[in-house]
Every structure is written in C-alpha cells, then in structure tokens.
C-alpha cells in the first residue's frame, strides 16, 4: 500500500513538472507596462499667507494611479500647522479643477517633518498624500 501511494505521488510530481507553465507568460496582458512616472509640478498659486516669504508648495502627481504628495515648505521659525494646511487645501482645490477631477480623499494621515539643511538651517514640511477620483 505504501509503495502505491509513493509511486502515484511520484507520477503526480513528475506530470506537474512536465506540464509546467513556463515564466514567460503566453497571455499578452501579463506583458503589459504600468508607467510609474511622477510628474513634480509647482503650482503657480501658491495659497500663501502675504507675510509668508519662505514658504513653497510642490505636487508630486502620478497619473497613471491618480494620487498625489503635496509638500508645503518653510522655515522652521515661520511655521504654523493651520497656514500650511490651508495652503495645501488651495492647492488642492486648484489642482482638482485644472486637471478635471471630481473628488479626492485622503490615504494617510498628513505628516509634519523638521529637519535641518546643508547649511544648518531649520526647515519643517507638512505632507499630505491623496487620492483623486473622476
């Protein structure tokens, strides 16, 4: 009984491996390339507040998948979390009407950074990742 079972396991084994798919898929859809690209684009409103001369808005836009990472930039002395939400929110409303979107929703928690740069100057960014529908 033993040798039985081992001999149709065996064959079970040895079919699976003759008749194995090979990597390269024969449907055409597998083949198919997502393009990933991020366009980074710098709004020409800026939503900012008029005492505010070091802060900057950047849009990093995937197409392909709708989404978006929105940085607002400044000095870490200049910095307040309401001025940079509004801010990002301009540009947001901006960036939906320009590009024919209809709604967008939020897919993380927006996050605030402090960090120092080359030249020991504090800076801190507020970061928002969203998503687009039409």
Not at 30 to 53: A, G, M, R, Y
Not at 65 to 81: A, F, G, K
Not at 113 to 120: E, F
Request: aromatic fraction near 12%; proline fraction near 3%; hydrophobic fraction near 35%.
């Amino acid at each position: 009984m033993k040798k039985i079972i081992a001999v149709i396991l065996t064959l079970y084994v040895a079919a699976g491996f003759a008749f194995a798919q090979s990597e390269a898929s024969a449907l055409p859809e597998d083949e198919i390339k997502v393009d990933l690209t991020k366009k980074t684009i710098t709004p020409k409103n800026q939503h900012l507040d008029p005492e505010d001369k070091t802060g900057k808005v950047i849009i990093e836009y995937t197409p392909m998948v709708d989404e978006v990472r929105i940085s607002y930039t400044c000095m870490y002395n200049l910095y307040e979390q309401g001025k940079a939400m509004n801010a990002i929110l301009g540009c947001l409303e901006d960036f939906t009407k320009d590009n024919n979107y209809y709604h967008y929703k939020y897919m993380e928690k927006d996050r605030e950074r402090y960090y120092k740069d080359s030249r020991g100057i504090k800076w801190a960014e507020y970061t928002a990742h969203v998503k687009f529908t039409r």
